[in-house]
């Protein structure tokens, strides 16, 4: 998202617990900030023996909550169907959320506000410069609060077979699940624009300039070239549904199973959810776990088998797999180096993931469209038989 100034919160947690006492009725017994890029969220542990996530949106998203309505309607959707997400605690008058007009204080030592904020890093964790923020005095912000979900992000743990095979599994239930979705207002996440929709890619020429002089650019101009001449034609085939968007290495929670290995204990950050295409979800679960892999090409045939086995992809996706995770690459290392030419302070943080995708960006185009899918889609079938 591209957040405007002064919109990040900066409240304390007297302020979260006294918001905490006024709303929900609720005391909180232990307190402690949680990462976020543009919002604030605290972990609230209560007397009354609950835990929750208290989040505080930004003032600039705060003044249309329909997104943050639809977000919070899907969540429970899920839910109720079986899926590990949050859900929103009532307030003591029955709201999902609640706009609060608050002070966002400042830091004495926070002479200089912080520019607008880049297009964030999916969901990443926001480095600790950025919990600055100036006192702009009284600013409206909307406020959920959120069941907290057990488990530690996916990243942590070894990516066996099994739990890539889940992972693929989980990304399809997701979509059939929200495919029977109803709401009046479910036209809002078209999101026409997105700068994160795979469907978008090519608003990335718009950002191109970020990488003059770097060998990078051209790989990535090459791969929008494939996007445009071979994926957009073939559009007409895909099938559409309302996608969470983002079902990165920190948005899955894992919990150790008794026997061996894990599972998938949430889903968390639907921030990124938008009215999309099936194969659009594959491909991104896909990018964002060959990042996480010390062998990142052993990723794609167990994820393909775990989708496959609730949603078997049509011929045209099939055939495009491949290039739309290239493009997943090219949104996430792109968008990354803009952020970096904005906030150059901030280059260490922002391009956590990139030396890492830029390699596998460039091994995946080596060895080219036919082998990489040998490997993946032969993978694939010795999960069927």
Same mark, same amino acid.
């Given at each position: 998202?591209?957040?405007?100034?002064?919109?990040?919160?900066?409240?304390?947690?007297?302020?979260?617990?006294?918001?905490?006492?006024?709303?929900?009725?609720?005391?909180?017994?232990?307190?402690?900030?949680?990462?976020?890029?543009?919002?604030?969220?605290?972990?609230?542990?209560?007397?009354?023996?609950?835990?929750?996530? &208290?989040?505080?949106?930004?003032?600039?998203?705060?003044?249309?909550?329909?997104?943050?309505?639809?977000?919070? %309607?899907?969540?429970?959707?899920?839910?109720?169907?079986? =899926?590990?997400?949050?859900?929103? =605690?009532?307030?003591?008058?029955?709201?999902?959320?609640?706009?609060?007009?608050?002070?966002?204080?400042?830091?004495?030592?926070?002479? @200089?506000?912080?520019?607008?904020?880049?297009?964030?890093?999916?969901?990443?964790?926001?480095?600790?410069?950025?919990?600055?923020?100036?006192?702009?005095?009284?600013?409206?912000?909307?406020?959920?609060?959120?069941?907290?979900?057990?488990?530690?992000?996916?990243?942590?743990?070894?990516?066996?077979?099994?739990?890539?095979?889940?992972?693929?599994?989980?990304?399809?239930?997701?979509?059939?699940?929200?495919?029977?979705? $109803?709401?009046?207002?479910?036209? @809002? =996440?078209?999101?026409?624009?997105?700068?994160?929709?795979?469907?978008?890619?090519?608003?990335?020429?718009?950002?191109?300039?970020?990488?003059?002089?770097?060998?990078?650019?051209?790989?990535?101009?090459?791969?929008?070239?494939?996007?445009?001449?071979?994926?957009?034609?073939?559009?007409?085939?895909?099938?559409?549904? &309302?996608?969470?968007?983002?079902?990165?290495?920190?948005?899955?929670? @894992?919990?150790?199973?008794?026997?061996?290995?894990?599972?998938?204990?949430?889903?968390?950050?639907?921030?990124?959810?938008?009215?999309?295409?099936?194969?659009?979800?594959?491909?991104?679960?896909?990018? %964002?776990?060959?990042?996480?892999?010390?062998?990142?090409?052993?990723?794609?045939?167990?994820?393909?088998?775990?989708?496959?086995? @609730?949603?078997?992809?049509?011929?045209?996706?099939?055939?495009?797999?491949?290039?739309?995770?290239?493009?997943?690459?090219?949104?996430?290392?792109?968008?990354?180096?803009?952020?970096?030419? &904005?906030?150059?302070?901030?280059?260490?943080?922002?391009?956590?993931?990139?030396?890492?995708?830029?390699?596998?960006?460039?091994?995946?185009?080596?060895?080219?469209?036919?082998?990489?899918? $040998?490997?993946?889609?032969?993978?694939?079938?010795?999960?069927?038989?």
């Amino acid at each position: 998202m591209m957040a405007e100034q002064h919109a990040k919160p900066k409240v304390s947690q007297g302020v979260a617990a006294e918001l905490m006492k006024k709303h929900y009725n609720l005391t909180p017994s232990e307190m402690r900030y949680l990462p976020s890029y543009d919002d604030q969220n605290f972990y609230v542990a209560t007397a009354e023996g609950g835990q929750y996530v &208290l989040k505080i949106m930004n003032s600039e998203d705060s003044k249309d909550p329909t997104l943050f309505e639809l977000q919070t %309607y899907a969540m429970a959707f899920m839910h109720e169907n079986g =899926l590990p997400t949050q859900t929103a =605690l009532r307030t003591t008058t029955g709201q999902d959320m609640f706009l609060e007009d608050m002070e966002s204080s400042a830091p004495a030592a926070a002479a @200089v506000c912080q520019p607008p904020s880049p297009p964030a890093p999916e969901s990443a964790p926001v480095p600790p410069h950025e919990e600055r923020d100036c006192g702009y005095g009284l600013q409206k912000y909307l406020v959920r609060l959120l069941t907290y979900l057990p488990g530690i992000p996916i990243s942590k743990v070894p990516l066996s077979p099994q739990l890539l095979h889940k992972v693929g599994q989980t990304a399809a239930r997701v979509d059939n699940i929200l495919k029977e979705m $109803k709401h009046p207002q479910l036209s @809002v =996440l078209q999101r026409e624009g997105f700068i994160w929709n795979l469907s978008n890619v090519l608003l990335l020429e718009k950002y191109m300039h970020a990488l003059d002089g770097d060998p990078l650019q051209e790989v990535v101009k090459s791969v929008l070239h494939q996007y445009k001449t071979f994926v957009v034609p073939k559009y007409a085939s895909f099938r559409k549904c &309302l996608i969470h968007g983002d079902l990165n290495d920190l948005n899955l929670l @894992v919990q150790a199973k008794e026997s061996n290995g894990h599972r998938i204990s949430g889903i968390i950050d639907f921030g990124d959810m938008n009215i999309s295409y099936y194969v659009h979800e594959l491909a991104i679960a896909i990018m %964002y776990m060959m990042l996480e892999h010390p062998e990142p090409l052993e990723v794609g045939g167990p994820i393909l088998a775990g989708w496959e086995s @609730v949603f078997p992809l049509n011929e045209a996706e099939n055939d495009c797999l491949f290039w739309l995770v290239l493009s997943r690459f090219c949104q996430s290392l792109v968008l990354a180096r803009y952020s970096v030419t &904005l906030h150059p302070e901030n280059e260490e943080y922002l391009m956590i993931s990139s030396k890492k995708g830029i390699t596998i960006l460039r091994r995946l185009l080596e060895m080219g469209k036919e082998q990489v899918e $040998k490997i993946w889609f032969q993978t694939a079938l010795q999960f069927k038989n």
